[in-house]
């Protein structure tokens, strides 16, 4: 590998055959160059988990000349680990995940083991984006943000992030319009309602099948959903600190309870 | 059910064999109605999972006066989903995660199942708590934290949580000292620094095996980190908000790249 070339490393969550995974290793090859590693099976809604108990295996599937693929059992947040410190020759200039097919927006992120793996890599000081695109088709067009991709990943690579910050950023799929520009956004509010179906196997046992839909009830113009909505790619700023600093000074009544038996 | 009693949801992340849990049903049960649906297996380092793919099955394991309890196959947040839609009466006036066997304590809460359970119950708009001993030993004692669960429990059942807002609550393991009280604080950024260990196995296939210690370098006395250390327990308010909201602002310059061909 060139060391003079920005190491850029590149992992997912829809597994290693995705159209979106796909374009995102030929655009980041134009930035320098790539180690991939994704996962044998799609990983959605796999968040933050990682593998304690079970046995990871690792396969070099192609090496050439800038770009090394690498697949393996785990989850995404294994992937993460696992190349930064077993399988990069140094440390990675550059994580990134996706292209996600589907939106990582709103309280999405939650669930989302494409930003688990960017918040993994944010945890251990790297520094690390999510792309992902608002449609489930897995054939779905990605040609229309392949210039804010290049332009973002570019802007980070030279300027940063700041320190425990990581990007994820989310575009509306290809409509008639062209993309309007992006909007630097907060989190929406809004959430998945999931709705179990009741169902009946081959043996009569019920069993639940998730379904869901999704409830706006936060779509204020500062949000990732608002955004996409009316064709801006959003930019969330995100985090790993999950405590709601603003609730420690009202909170501190609980310092008085008496724990003595 | 008696509908003047408070109806608790329980469940954890050790699985429904597990010592905490069991506690927790004893404590919850002097406070209210309880409801424990727990999982078949441990599910330790799941975050925030859920499952999409496969079929969910609950079992009625007990039912008996004041409580109720089931079993099912997926994760703690699949318990969340399941019980409050499905297998509930009426709405959980609160939901009670633990006692996890283990701390989630700093940024540990990024893969924890128990913690994954509460902040679903949270965005679902339910109040709730999880609770961590800071111990793994699977026979841990519990009895010194019983008044300070219980009271930190009814103070939330008769005061509520701000909306968006969850408790982290994490006590230390028994010693000689009597814990000396509660800190409210904020989520210390040290981490687990994995290692992976290079092994073979029966056919000579390299896998690896994850370990790791933890990092310690951000125990200043606001963390709940530094609280665990000096023998208190440390209550963090948690949200699901993961915006780095004071980086909006200075981050507009990407709203000023060129996203055209």
């Known amino acids: 590998m060139d060391k003079n070339r920005p190491l850029i490393l590149i992992t997912n969550d829809d597994g290693y055959a995705a159209k979106g995974l796909r374009k995102l290793v030929t655009l980041m090859r134009t930035l320098g160059d790539v180690v991939l590693i994704s996962t044998d099976e799609v990983m959605s809604a796999k968040s ?7 046995r990871l295996y690792v396969r070099l599937v192609q090496q050439e000349e800038g770009f090394t693929e690498y697949r393996c ?3 995404p947040v294994d992937c993460v680990k696992l190349a930064y410190q077993k399988l990069c020759e140094r440390q990675p200039d550059l994580v990134v995940s996706g292209i996600n097919h589907g939106m ?17 890599a944010c945890m251990n000081g790297l520094t690390a984006i999510g792309y992902s695109l608002f449609s489930l088709d897995p054939d779905a067009d990605f040609d229309h943000i392949d ?16 320190k425990g910050v990581c990007l994820n950023v989310n575009f509306p799929k290809r409509c008639e319009e062209p993309m309007r520009g992006i909007k630097v956004c907060r989190q929406a509010a809004c959430r998945w309602v999931e709705l179990f179906k009741d169902k009946f196997d081959e043996n009569g046992e019920q ?3 998730l379904e869901g839909t999704f409830e706006s009830d936060d779509v204020l113009p500062d949000t990732d959903l608002w955004a996409l909505q009316h064709n801006y790619a959003s930019l969330v700023p995100t985090c790993f600190d999950w405590t709601a600093h603003a609730q420690i000074e009202p909170m501190n009544s609980f310092e008085q309870i008496n724990i003595r038996p």
């Open 147 to 162: 210039t804010a991709i290049l332009e973002i990943t570019k802007k980070v690579l030279s300027e940063g992030l700041p």
């Open 73 to 75: 059992n785990g989850t």
């Open 104 to 120: 990582n927006a709103a309280t999405t992120v939650v669930y989302s083991g494409t930003i688990g793996a960017v918040i993994e």
């Open 207 to 209: 069993f639940y099948d």
């Open 48 to 54: 933050h988990s990682c593998t304690i108990r079970d």
